[in-house]
């Protein structure tokens, strides 16, 4: 049978499909794109040879491993400043909370974003993506939040979509205007919350870059009640639900995220049994965040267990951002889950790939090695897929896929 439009073709490729909880392993596999999708999948040998000589372009990869393109499903990378002086302090002995009250934390970074420009928000934001992409990840959920007056939070957004034009990744935007309190609305929760309900959110959906809405529940930030309205009130205008839950404290974050119909809870250290059940009942995601628990010490830690006995979905993402995970190395976050959080490696890495690609609402798409999904690919320089939780170093990519084309890939610093 022949194979008429195949772009390219890779063959002697160890394939980690990702479509099971063993990864979907595929030795001496091959994969076939055209016009930028999976076009077949499946062992060299069973290849006729008219698909072979029909291909346009053929690649050998001499038995390396390629997963389909990595997916950060929760980051915070469109943001000015730096946040080094909360390090200190947090190194001095105050708390993440703490920091928070006495005006560093969220409100240090939304002073210097509200200065910061356009062009300087991309420029670093970039470079974030650029890092990202060195470990494979080719789409990136990017969240506002950082501005939280209405004239910012859309500039985020402007920012966060127009990414692909400098990096090799499909940006997926979040409204998180509900992420703190600005210090103007201190005393006024109510008038904040009415600005968001009726003024950035409208403007937001009018602009049409945000596919998400978030809130971040806890007692530093939004109540529950409030962010159910913040929740409920995107949702019902169209957006998936994400809510950043139980933190901190256990707020009752696991439970609101699923009556609400929010596809991810996210953070979840704090998470109670009911919560766990909840999310279980409703098939809301768990979405780790080791790099967050961490740079903050953090003693408690997410009920991995208690998620993986109740069958809940849990994806892993770097949450990279100034302040409590200043992480864009991969490797890092994949090697914390496991030993930090006690994933195992192939819940790690079905965590960056099929898991985080239902969080964002994408998993016909992309995620998974499948004929009809977007062939986005990482070919890796690695023995076996579990080297890549294992090492925390310079990232061992040696190919990176978009959209069907190999793309140039930049040495990796270890950071």
């Given at each position: 049978m022949a194979a008429p439009g195949w772009d390219r073709l890779w063959t002697g490729v160890q394939?980690?499909?990702?479509?099971?909880?063993?990864?979907?392993?595929?030795?001496?596999?091959?994969?076939?794109?055209?016009?930028?999708?999976?076009?077949?999948?499946?062992?060299?040998?069973?290849?006729?040879?008219g698909q072979r000589r029909e291909a346009a372009e053929v690649i050998p990869c001499g038995g390396a491993w390629m997963t389909p393109g990595l997916i950060d499903c929760h980051t915070h990378i469109v943001f000015g400043g730096d946040r080094s002086d909360d390090f200190r302090r947090r190194l001095h002995g105050e708390s993440y909370s703490d920091i928070a009250r006495g005006g560093?934390?969220?409100?240090?970074?939304?002073?210097a974003t509200r200065l910061a420009s356009m062009e300087e928000l991309t420029r670093s934001a970039a470079a974030r993506g650029r890092e990202l992409g060195g470990w494979g990840v080719t789409t990136i959920e990017v969240k506002s939040g950082y501005g939280l007056d209405l004239e910012t939070e859309l500039r985020m957004l402007e920012v966060a979509?127009?990414?692909?034009?400098?990096i090799p990744a499909d940006i997926s935007p979040t409204l998180l205007a509900a992420h703190a309190i600005p210090p103007e609305y201190a005393g006024r929760r109510s008038d904040y919350l009415k600005l968001i309900l009726?003024?950035?959110?409208p403007a937001a959906l009018e602009q049409g870059h945000a596919t998400a809405i978030d809130a971040f529940c806890e007692d530093i930030a939004f109540t529950p009640g409030e962010a159910r309205a913040v929740l409920e009130a995107g949702i019902d205008a169209g957006l998936h639900g994400r809510l950043h839950a139980d933190q901190l404290s256990d707020l009752g974050g696991g439970a609101l995220a699923a009556e609400t119909g929010a596809l991810s809870a996210d953070h979840l250290e704090y998470l109670s049994d009911a919560g766990v059940r909840a999310m279980a009942s409703a098939g809301v995601c768990a979405?780790?965040?080791?790099?967050?628990a961490y740079t903050l010490g953090a003693d408690r830690l997410p009920p991995v267990r208690a998620l993986?006995?109740?069958?809940?979905?849990?994806?892993?993402?770097?949450?990279?951002?100034?302040?409590?995970?200043?992480?864009?190395?991969?490797?890092?976050?994949?090697?914390?889950?496991?030993?930090r959080f006690g994933l195992t490696p192939e819940e790690a890495l079905l965590g960056f790939t099929s898991a985080a690609?239902?969080?964002?609402?994408?998993?016909?798409?992309?995620?998974?090695?499948?004929?009809?999904?977007?062939?986005?690919?990482?070919?890796?320089?690695?023995?076996?897929?579990?080297?890549?939780?294992?090492?925390?170093g310079a990232s061992?990519?040696?190919?990176?896929?978009?959209?069907?084309?190999?793309l140039a890939v930049a040495p990796s610093s270890p950071g």
């Amino acid at each position: 049978m022949a194979a008429p439009g195949w772009d390219r073709l890779w063959t002697g490729v160890q394939l980690a499909t990702m479509t099971d909880r063993s990864l979907g392993v595929i030795r001496n596999g091959a994969i076939a794109s055209a016009g930028g999708r999976i076009a077949w999948v499946g062992r060299e040998v069973d290849l006729a040879a008219g698909q072979r000589r029909e291909a346009a372009e053929v690649i050998p990869c001499g038995g390396a491993w390629m997963t389909p393109g990595l997916i950060d499903c929760h980051t915070h990378i469109v943001f000015g400043g730096d946040r080094s002086d909360d390090f200190r302090r947090r190194l001095h002995g105050e708390s993440y909370s703490d920091i928070a009250r006495g005006g560093g934390g969220i409100m240090s970074t939304v002073r210097a974003t509200r200065l910061a420009s356009m062009e300087e928000l991309t420029r670093s934001a970039a470079a974030r993506g650029r890092e990202l992409g060195g470990w494979g990840v080719t789409t990136i959920e990017v969240k506002s939040g950082y501005g939280l007056d209405l004239e910012t939070e859309l500039r985020m957004l402007e920012v966060a979509a127009a990414l692909p034009r400098h990096i090799p990744a499909d940006i997926s935007p979040t409204l998180l205007a509900a992420h703190a309190i600005p210090p103007e609305y201190a005393g006024r929760r109510s008038d904040y919350l009415k600005l968001i309900l009726e003024a950035i959110l409208p403007a937001a959906l009018e602009q049409g870059h945000a596919t998400a809405i978030d809130a971040f529940c806890e007692d530093i930030a939004f109540t529950p009640g409030e962010a159910r309205a913040v929740l409920e009130a995107g949702i019902d205008a169209g957006l998936h639900g994400r809510l950043h839950a139980d933190q901190l404290s256990d707020l009752g974050g696991g439970a609101l995220a699923a009556e609400t119909g929010a596809l991810s809870a996210d953070h979840l250290e704090y998470l109670s049994d009911a919560g766990v059940r909840a999310m279980a009942s409703a098939g809301v995601c768990a979405v780790l965040l080791p790099g967050a628990a961490y740079t903050l010490g953090a003693d408690r830690l997410p009920p991995v267990r208690a998620l993986r006995r109740a069958g809940v979905t849990m994806a892993v993402a770097t949450d990279a951002n100034p302040g409590s995970s200043p992480i864009t190395n991969v490797g890092m976050i994949l090697n914390l889950a496991c030993i930090r959080f006690g994933l195992t490696p192939e819940e790690a890495l079905l965590g960056f790939t099929s898991a985080a690609a239902r969080v964002l609402g994408l998993e016909d798409d992309r995620g998974t090695l499948e004929p009809g999904k977007r062939a986005d690919l990482a070919l890796w320089d690695v023995e076996d897929p579990a080297q890549l939780c294992y090492w925390m170093g310079a990232s061992p990519l040696s190919s990176l896929v978009r959209d069907g084309v190999p793309l140039a890939v930049a040495p990796s610093s270890p950071g």
